[in-house]
C-alpha cells in the first residue's frame, strides 16, 4: 500500500477530523531496562506485563497508567531505530483503522515513512509519521494496544499528566497538531522568571528609603497543551532566543533552569519528545518516598509550576537517563 492522493480530505467545514482516540503507549529507551522496570513496579505501583517487541523474539515490560502505556526499551534496540541516547523517545497514537487513518494523514500532509504497516509492540502494527511534520516528534500511528493487566485505581500514580516536548516554534505546532491532526489545545501559558532589586538607604535620623529597579526578565518558556485521550502534549519553547538560560546542577529546579534544559535539548538533540509528568496524589509523599529508595531528586518538595500545579523532577541519572517529574493539580472544569 502506498499513501496516494486518493485519500479523502479530512477537512470538513474547516476543521479537521481528529486522528486518534488517545495514544497506545509512549516508547522510553533506558539504560537499563531491568532496574528501571523494578522502580516503577515497587516505588510508583505500576503493574508490569511483558509484550511481544514487533516480529522478534524480544519482549518489554509494558506499565499500563492511566488510559496510556508505557513501553521500556534498551538503547540501541531496533525497534527505537537503534537509539543511543536515553529518553523518552516515541509516542504510539491508538487509531481504529490503521489503513484509514494513514490516509487520513496524508491527506492532511502528514508524510507517512512506511509503505506497509510494520509489526508494532504486542501484536499491534503500526505506521511512522514523518518526524519533520510533526515538529521533530517521533509519531507512529498504531492499533490500539490490549493489555491484560489494568492501570492500579488506588496507586500513587494516577495517570500521565502530560509529556514534555522540546518546541522550536509553539505556531507551528499548533498548525500540525491542532489543524491537521485535529486534537484540541486545552491551554496556553507563559512561564517567567524576572529579578527584582531592592535599595536600601538607612539612617538614624531620617529613617529608611527604598529605591526599588524595574523587574529583569532571567528566564522564560511559551508552552502550549493539546490534549490526546487522557493527556495533554506541552510543546515548551524559549520565550527569549537572546536568553538559553542555565542549569545549576545539584539545585531545586526553577523556571529559568527550566528554560536552559529545553535550550540545551534543542541544540544537541533538535526538537522533540523531553520528559514524561506523572500526575500523583501526593506529591511530597512519593518525593520523600523515592528518595528513601535511593533515588536522586532534582525537586525534594514540590514546587509551583504550570496549570495551578506543584511540581518535582527526579534526577534522570535514577531511571536509566530517562527524565521524571511529578505533577499535584486539581483539574478545572
Same mark, same amino acid.
Given at each position: 500500500?502506498?499513501w ?6 479530512i ?7 481528529? @486522528? ?5 503507549y509512549v ?9 528501571? $522496570? ?13 509484550? *511481544? ?5 524480544? +519482549?518489554? =515490560?509494558?506499565?499500563p ?7 521500556l526499551?534498551?538503547l540501541? *534496540?531496533?525497534?527505537? &531505530? ?5 529518553? #523518552? ?19 492532511a500532509?502528514?508524510?507517512?515513512l ?8 504486542? &501484536?499491534?502494527?503500526?505506521? /511512522? !509519521? ?6 521533530g ?7 490500539? /494496544?490490549? #493489555?491484560p493487566v489494568? $492501570?492500579? =485505581? ?7 499528566d ?9 505556531t ?5 497538531? %491542532?489543524r491537521? #491532526? ?13 529579578s ?12 529608611? %528609603?527604598?529605591?526599588?529597579?524595574? =523587574? ?16 495533554? !502534549?506541552?510543546?515548551l ?7 538559553? &538560560?542555565?542549569?545549576?546542577y &545539584?539545585?531545586?529546579?526553577?523556571? +529559568?533552569? *527550566?528554560?536552559?534544559? @529545553?535550550?540545551?535539548y534543542?541544540?544537541?538533540?533538535g526538537?522533540? #519528545? ?6 500523583? +496524589? ?25 496549570? +495551578? ?6 534526577h534522570? $541519572? ?7 517529574? /511529578? %505533577? ?6
Amino acid at each position: 500500500m502506498v499513501w496516494l492522493g486518493a485519500a479523502a480530505a479530512i477537512f470538513r467545514d474547516g476543521d479537521a477530523v481528529m @486522528i486518534g482516540n488517545g495514544l497506545s503507549y509512549v516508547g522510553v529507551v533506558v539504560r537499563d531496562v531491568s532496574a528501571v $522496570a523494578d522502580i516503577l513496579e515497587r516505588d510508583f505501583e505500576l503493574p508490569r506485563t511483558d509484550c *511481544d517487541v514487533g516480529d522478534s523474539d524480544r +519482549r518489554a =515490560p509494558v506499565f499500563p497508567v492511566g488510559e496510556t502505556a508505557l513501553a521500556l526499551f534498551e538503547l540501541g *534496540d531496533p525497534f527505537v &531505530g537503534g537509539a543511543e541516547k536515553p529518553g #523518552l523517545h516515541h509516542m504510539a497514537v491508538s487509531v481504529s483503522g490503521l489503513v484509514s487513518a494513514g490516509f487520513d494523514a496524508y491527506a492532511a500532509g502528514l508524510r507517512v515513512l512506511t509503505s506497509e504497516p510494520q509489526p508494532g509492540l504486542g &501484536g499491534t502494527r503500526r505506521v /511512522l !509519521l514523518d518526524p519533520a511534520a510533526t515538529c521533530g516528534t517521533i509519531t507512529y500511528l498504531s492499533d490500539p /494496544l490490549q #493489555l491484560p493487566v489494568a $492501570a492500579n =485505581p488506588d496507586g500513587e500514580v494516577e495517570r500521565i499528566d502530560h509529556l514534555g516536548v522540546a518546541s522550536a516554534d509553539n505556531t507551528e505546532v499548533e498548525r500540525v497538531f %491542532v489543524r491537521k #491532526l485535529g486534537w484540541p489545545v486545552e491551554s496556553r501559558q507563559t512561564d517567567v522568571e524576572v529579578s527584582t532589586k531592592t535599595e536600601s538607604f538607612t539612617s538614624d535620623k531620617y529613617g529608611v %528609603v527604598y529605591r526599588n529597579h524595574q =523587574p529583569e526578565f532571567i528566564g522564560g518558556l511559551r508552552c502550549s497543551f493539546i490534549t490526546i485521550g487522557d493527556l495533554e !502534549l506541552e510543546f515548551l519553547q524559549n520565550a527569549d532566543p537572546e536568553s538559553l &538560560g542555565i542549569i545549576d546542577y &545539584g539545585r531545586a529546579g526553577s523556571t +529559568r533552569q *527550566d528554560q536552559g534544559a @529545553i535550550s540545551r535539548y534543542i541544540q544537541n538533540r533538535g526538537a522533540g #519528545l523531553h520528559h514524561t509528568g506523572f500526575k500523583v +496524589r501526593d506529591i511530597n509523599r512519593l518525593l520523600s518516598r523515592l528518595a528513601n529508595s535511593g533515588l536522586t531528586l532534582i525537586d525534594h518538595a514540590g514546587r509551583p509550576g504550570g496549570r +495551578r500545579s506543584h511540581i518535582g523532577f527526579i534526577h534522570p $541519572a535514577s531511571l536509566g537517563g530517562w527524565l521524571v517529574h /511529578l %505533577v499535584e493539580r486539581v483539574e478545572l472544569e
